[in-house]
C-alpha cells in the first residue's frame, strides 16, 4: 500500500505571506495522480489543486502552486498572498494505479491578522 | 442539483446495533467512495465502487458492507457496530476518465459524525 506523510501537524503564516506545506509518499507506481485537500472547520473537503506525475511542470491554481519532486517523492503546497479563509486544515492524498485514495495525516494551517 | 447527500448527519450506536449510513449523488457520476476520518490519522478509504453492480474494498473494509445497485447511491453498513467504529465517515463520488481512472474532482458529502458506545 502507498503511504502519504505529512510531517507538519500546525503550521501558522502571517497575513499577505507566503507558507509551504509539506508532502512526501511512498511508492513504486510510475504513474499515479497527486491532490491537496482543504478542510474548514465546517468539514466539507474542497480540492485545492492536483497533479499528474507524468507531468513535469508543476500545477497551479492562482495563489496556490506545487513543488512536484517525483524522484524525491515530494509535494509541496505553496500558499502565496495568505488570506484569512486560507485558514484550514490541508490534506495531501495519493491516487493509486486501482483508484484508491490514500490521504495524509493533514496540517493545521493558522493564518494569523 | 444537490451534489452528494449523506444521511443522517449525526449518529449514535449501542455496540452490537447495526446500521445504514446513506449517500447518495446526482451527477452520474461512475465513482463512488467511503472514507472515515480519525483524528490524527487523516482519512482512510473504506471501500469504493466504479459502477453499479461492481464494489471493492479499500484499506479499511472490515466490520462494513458495501452494495452499488444504481448510479446513484452508495450505502455503508456497519453490521455489528464496535466502538472503534466511532469516527466521522465521508462519502464522496466522481466521474471516471476515459482510462476508468478517478483522477477528476471528487466530491464530498457533508460528513456523518457516528458515536457507538
Known amino acids: 500500500a502507498q503511504t502519504v506523510t505529512q510531517s507538519q501537524p500546525e503550521m501558522s503564516v502571517q497575513e499577505a505571506e507566503t507558507v509551504t506545506l509539506s508532502c512526501t509518499y511512498d511508492?513504486?507506481?510510475?504513474?499515479?495522480?497527486l491532490f491537496w485537500y482543504k478542510q474548514p472547520p465546517s468539514r466539507q473537503m474542497i480540492l485545492v489543486i492536483r497533479?499528474?506525475?507524468?507531468?513535469?511542470q508543476n500545477a497551479t491554481e492562482n495563489r496556490f502552486s506545487v513543488n512536484f519532486q517525483k524522484a524525491a517523492k515530494s509535494f509541496s503546497l505553496k500558499i502565496s498572498d495568505s488570506q484569512l479563509g486560507d485558514a484550514a486544515m490541508y490534506f495531501c492524498a495519493y491516487r493509486s494505479a486501482d483508484n484508491q485514495f490514500y490521504f495524509g495525516t493533514g496540517t493545521s494551517l493558522t493564518v494569523i491578522p | 442539483n444537490a451534489g452528494v447527500t449523506q444521511t443522517p448527519k449525526f449518529q449514535v450506536l449501542k455496540t452490537g446495533q447495526s446500521m445504514t449510513l446513506q449517500c447518495a449523488q446526482d451527477m452520474n457520476h461512475e465513482y463512488m467512495s467511503w472514507y472515515r476520518q480519525d483524528p490524527g490519522m487523516g482519512l482512510r478509504l473504506i471501500h469504493y465502487?466504479?459502477?453499479?453492480?461492481?464494489?471493492d474494498q479499500g484499506e479499511v473494509p472490515n466490520g462494513y458492507n458495501v452494495s452499488r445497485s444504481t448510479t446513484e447511491d452508495f450505502p455503508l453498513r456497519l453490521l455489528s457496530a464496535a466502538p472503534s467504529q466511532t469516527s466521522v465517515y465521508f462519502c464522496?463520488?466522481?466521474?471516471?476518465?476515459?482510462?476508468?481512472?478517478?483522477?477528476?474532482?471528487?466530491?464530498f458529502g457533508p460528513g456523518t459524525r457516528l458515536t457507538v458506545l
Open positions: 497533479q499528474e506525475a507524468y507531468k513535469q
Open positions: 465502487s466504479v459502477g453499479a453492480g461492481i464494489t
Open positions: 464522496a463520488s466522481s466521474f471516471l476518465g476515459l482510462a476508468g481512472d478517478s483522477t477528476d474532482t471528487q466530491y
Open positions: 511508492t513504486s507506481e510510475s504513474d499515479y495522480y
